[in-house]
Every structure is written in C-alpha cells, then in structure tokens.
C-alpha cells in the first residue's frame, strides 16, 4: 500500500508495529469481520491477491526472485523493509488468516521474509509493483500489462480496505 507514512520509518520497531496490530486485532477484528462492507472488501481483497500470485507464478517472476535470493545473492526483500509497513497494513493480514512472525528468520532480509517468500498476503506496493530490470527484460510487453492489471486490482482494494478499516477504528474510536 502506498500511504503517506509508507516509507517513513517512525522508529518503532516491527516487533512493536506487531504487537499494535495483534492488540487491534483481539479488540476490534470480530467488529472489523461483521462489518458488511469491510467483511466484503476482504473477500474480494483475498481474491484478487490470489489471482496476483497466480499470475506471477504463471509469468516467472516468483521463481526469477527465488534464484535471485538463493543463487545470485541478492534480493529486492533487503533488512530493513519491514519499517516500512505500519500496523494497519499488519492488521489486514491477520484479518485475512496471516501468522505473524514472533522472530526474524533472515537476518539479512526483511523481517517478514521466510525461505518459503514472503509470509504476508498484504504488503507494500514497492512489494507487489516493483520488477528488476532482468525480469521486465523476460516478459513480453502483453505480459508486463498483463501482470499490471492483476496486480493493480490487488493495490487498488488493498487500498479500499486499509482506508474503510481506519475509517472504521476512528469511528469506534469516537463512540
């Protein structure tokens, strides 16, 4: 998600932004969940996700970053991006049946970073959007759109969800 704190590192940790979105969770996920346009919203956010992943899996780009990471030593997942995701963002993924992490498991990656990839369903745009140069020179340009819209789906409800779920708690919390 693109959001105006996105790539501002407040200087909280994540372990702390963790903890923030799990104490959301336990005291408004049940109310966030029956909400008929939240609940909705997520249906269609796990959806469209779904069909992302398929796409990136079908067009290579999955199994380009795995070599990546794995053979050439590198990846765009680098130690430090986890700062730049906020608690909101955290709280969609527990709301759509995300674990989150209790320790960092690659110290040299984003703290968010498995062996199995990326453990959140919801992440970042610079996450879903971004492509190296070695893999946008390995899809065709009717690829490239392809893969574009797909994902753009998934950023675009992404953030219809993040903004009803803040719209949401600011409500709540003024009642």
């Known amino acids: 998600m693109n959001r105006s704190n996105e790539c ?6 994540i372990q702390h932004k963790i903890e923030l979105a799990r104490n959301l969770y336990a005291f408004w996920g049940d109310a966030l969940r029956h ?31 795995k070599r990546c990471d794995e053979e050439e030593g590198g990846s765009c997942c680098g130690a430090g991006l986890e700062n730049k995701f906020d608690r909101f963002l955290l709280l969609m993924n ?10 960092h498991c690659r110290l040299d990656s984003c703290y968010l970073l498995t062996p199995q990839g990326c453990m959140l369903k ?10 190296c140069p070695k893999i946008l020179g390995a899809l065709t340009r009717d690829q490239l759109i ?26 709540k919390a003024r009642e």
């Open 8 to 13: 501002w590192d407040d200087g909280s940790s």
């Open 122 to 131: 919801v992440r970042l745009i610079l996450c879903v959007d971004f492509l």
């Open 94 to 103: 527990l709301l759509l049946g995300v674990s989150l992490p209790e320790y």
């Open 35 to 65: 909400d008929p346009s939240i609940r909705d919203l997520i249906g269609i956010l796990d959806r469209s996700i779904k069909r992302s992943r398929e796409a990136m899996l079908s067009l290579g780009v999955v199994e380009a970053c």
């Open 146 to 171: 392809k893969l574009q819209q797909i994902s753009g789906d998934e950023l675009v409800i992404g953030f219809m969800l993040y903004d009803a779920i803040k719209k949401k708690l600011g409500r």
